[in-house]
């Protein structure tokens, strides 16, 4: 079981790449509902010698890596073929915002088209939706609109929403398990539930799907007397809008708070907006501006990006009692960070924020900050406000003892807040008996009889609350500090490992060639080795693949339908082989080292635009004739040509011109000591370039040994097996 569990991990991108219906079970008995295994199931069973329920944990495995993988493909398809048909000149003018402009700008004015004020709404709900496509530390940025009814909630949240691919969005009225049944949500989506109430079930998804923002959320049924395990995807964001707040405390430390403008300035602004925007839904400059805020997002939807901040360390946070909050406003800098990401410095697969970014994030947060930290609304904060300024006139707090303090009937505190009486209840004594209104939340709002025999409720607060105080939140350290913060920051960047999924990686790879030329995009991915395909139990398995049918049709008797069988057969043969060669290629022993296979070596260098980070100006706009940078690998530190040149002396020196009598990393390390300059720049760099020299070298020794040396023995056997098994096939057809 171990034995297998490994290969599986070492070989999970060939795996992932298996078509499906290799791996689905098959019906045997219907009244029964017996199933049998693949043939490749089968295969990996007998090969590891697993029991029975040893193969079905190895199955879900297999199943998990396959669907991950395939999920991806049909995801980065969708957003391929939209960018393709948007008109040439939107996808110019949104390549040019997303490479040397503003792209989050460009958006918010686009929403101040559909929607007048509540400025503050439009930058919140803009970072929210970034925050889909940000994968590491990010926690996710979800938001709870309240205020008034007939305000412009809804209004405002479709407005913008307007400007989202529709693939992104899930809107209407959903049941509380549709998230885990439907196959059409993707990773990263944006989940609008507009004036409804919460069940407990739904409470439960939404609160475990924010803490575990970054991972699938499970749910195990029966189905027609089957288990099922059932998952929401990852990085969902949810959008609330209702006039209340919420009672639970739980949720609403979890999501930002924001508040329509229901001020009457505002009502006289929407009421001239109204009159003046008639036509312009019908306007093509209009028009071309939401496609290209819709060609932005899916521009960005391409790739998830691991957003950090190097100098975090240096930011200082006034209030930490609520200990969600400054996560929360670190996830809305890596969504500024996000908008400018082909702008940004990226060391190792990490891309770097600068302090633009954190004065922007700055700006969008501040309008929020009293809301996230008391977790009112708006008419929640009114009513304390009431209570104190009353209190201050009688001079409560000269002699506060509860006594004292003011008492307050519903129609008094009507009057004082404009709110009406019975609102006034719901808000203060909860919607049912098991909610916690207002008296639950705030500590010192008390209430009692009256005693002059009318019975009347009587509401009285001793606290002394002064919400202004938190409207200062943070600050920073001395330029000296956040300089030496960044520059200790990007070490640790280039020493770590960089977590990015193999599988979806893999996926985006074989998309590279009709990829839009965008920095971020386009630059160089990590360079990771492949378990070699040749290893023995891989060409086992393999084989074993191949003596089964891998296009089953039922008609056997029809001569045409066996001879399709056959075609499809070589044809999945010919791009399995292909794959096998492909994979081989990548590791660090393959058959192009040397002069073994005598072709050309493969130049994996692309152009890419890498702006440094700076301390005061860190959105500087890269002029474009810094495109044509070359690097290697991951951007290395070092540029391609000085480390080749540095690589080539080394081995003529230490390793008689193309012979490694060690292992590669001892050399690497022995080739750092003598050259204490390229100490800081990464593994995969200097692989590349030891194998780059190694490649132009002529060997000069041709004897077998050295043949043996640089292609596997396995492989080669593996691809003459399927050689053999392919002309075979061949045959069969020709017959």
């Known amino acids: 079981m171990l034995a297998c569990e490994k290969w599986v991990s070492n070989n999970k991108i060939i795996i992932a790449k298996v078509p499906p219906e290799l791996l689905a079970k098959k019906l045997v008995d219907l009244r029964g509902k017996k199933y049998n295994y693949s043939n490749f199931i089968l295969s990996i069973k007998e090969k590891f010698l697993l029991h029975a329920y040893e193969i079905e944990e190895i199955y879900q495995k297999i199943l998990e890596i396959n669907k991950v993988y395939y999920d991806e493909k049909k995801r980065l398809n969708k957003i391929l073929i939209r960018i393709q048909n948007y008109p040439p000149y939107i996808r110019e003018k949104a390549q040019d915002l997303l490479k040397y402009g503003d792209p989050q700008n460009f958006i918010n004015q686009t929403f101040k088209k559909k929607h007048v004020g509540d400025d503050m709404l439009g930058e919140t709900l803009a970072v929210c939706a970034a925050s889909t496509f940000i994968i590491g530390k990010n926690s996710g940025l979800s938001v709870k609109i309240s205020g008034d009814s007939g305000k412009g909630k809804s209004s405002a949240v479709e407005a913008f929403l307007d400007l989202i691919p529709s693939s992104m969005l899930i809107k209407g009225s959903l049941s509380d398990k549709y998230l885990f049944y439907t196959d059409d949500m993707q990773a990263g989506s944006i989940c609008l539930v507009d004036d409804k109430e919460l069940s407990e079930p739904m409470k439960e998804l939404v609160k475990s799907s924010i803490t575990n923002f970054q991972k699938s959320e499970h749910h195990r049924t029966v189905i027609n007397g089957e288990p099922r395990d059932l998952t929401a995807k990852e990085r969902t964001v949810y959008i609330f809008a209702s006039i209340d707040g919420f009672d639970d405390e739980q949720i609403n430390n979890r999501l930002i708070q924001a508040e329509i403008d229901s001020s009457k300035e505002q009502d006289s602004k929407v009421a001239a907006f109204q009159r003046q925007s008639e036509n312009i839904d019908i306007s093509s400059r209009f028009k071309d501006d939401v496609e290209i805020c819709k060609c932005i997002y899916d521009l960005l939807g391409l790739r998830t990006y691991d957003i950090r901040i190097p100098f975090s360390d240096v930011i200082i946070w006034n209030h930490e009692q609520n200990r969600r909050n400054q996560p929360k406003f670190f996830d809305i800098i890596r969504a500024v960070c996000l908008y400018k990401i082909h702008q940004r410095e990226q060391v190792n697969g990490y891309y770097l924020s600068t302090i633009e970014d954190y004065h922007r994030a700055y700006e969008i947060y501040q309008k929020t900050t009293i809301q996230n930290n008391i977790n009112l609304t708006n008419s929640e904060q009114r009513i304390i406000t009431c209570f104190v300024q009353e209190n201050k006139a009688k001079k409560f707090y000269d002699n506060p003892k509860s006594e004292n303090a003011v008492r307050l009937t519903y129609e008094q505190m009507e009057e004082l807040t404009g709110i009406h009486a019975s609102y006034l209840r719901k808000l203060i004594n909860g919607k049912t008996a098991q909610s916690l209104g207002l008296g639950g939340k705030v500590k ?64 985006f790879m074989e998309l590279t060639d009709s990829l839009p030329s965008l920095p971020a995009i386009n630059q160089a991915l990590l360079l990771k080795k492949v378990t070699d395909i040749g290893e023995k139990n891989n060409l086992s398995i393999i084989n074993n693949i191949i003596k089964e049918d891998i296009v089953t049709l039922e008609k056997k008797k029809d001569p045409a339908s066996q001879i399709i069988t056959h075609i499809l057969e070589v044809e999945k ?105 390229f100490d800081h720049e990464y593994m995969p760099h200097l692989e590349h370039a030891f194998n780059k020299v190694l490649e132009s070298q002529p060997p000069l020794d041709n004897s077998p040994k050295e043949e043996v040396l640089r292609v596997p023995v396995q492989k080669k056997k593996g691809i003459e097996i399927l050689e053999r098994t392919l002309e075979a096939k061949r045959k069969e057809v020709a017959i």
């Open 444 to 507: 010192g709002l008390g209430s009692e009889s009256s005693i002059d025999g009318k019975r009347k409720k009587l509401f009285f607060y001793t606290g002394t609350a002064s919400f202004e105080i938190y409207e200062k939140f943070f600050g920073l350290s001395s330029e000296e500090k956040i300089r030496e913060a960044i520059e200790k920051s990007i070490e640790t960047y280039e020493q770590a490992t960089n977590e990015e999924n193999e599988i979806t990686r893999e996926a």
């Open 573 to 677: 043969l010919e791009n399995l082989k292909e794959n096998i060669c492909n994979f081989s290629e990548n590791t660090l022993i393959s058959e192009n080292q040397g002069n073994s296979s005598g072709k050309e070596a493969i130049d994996h260098e692309i152009s890419v635009t890498t702006p440094k980070v700076t301390v005061g100006n860190g959105g500087t706009i890269p002029s474009p004739d810094i495109e044509n940078m070359k690097v290697t690998g991951t951007c290395g530190i070092a540029c391609l040509p000085v480390v080749l040149d540095k690589t080539h002396e080394y081995i003529n020196k230490n390793c008689h011109s193309n012979t490694l009598s060690k292992p590669i990393e001892t050399h690497i390390n022995d080739f750092r000591k003598l050259n204490p300059e």
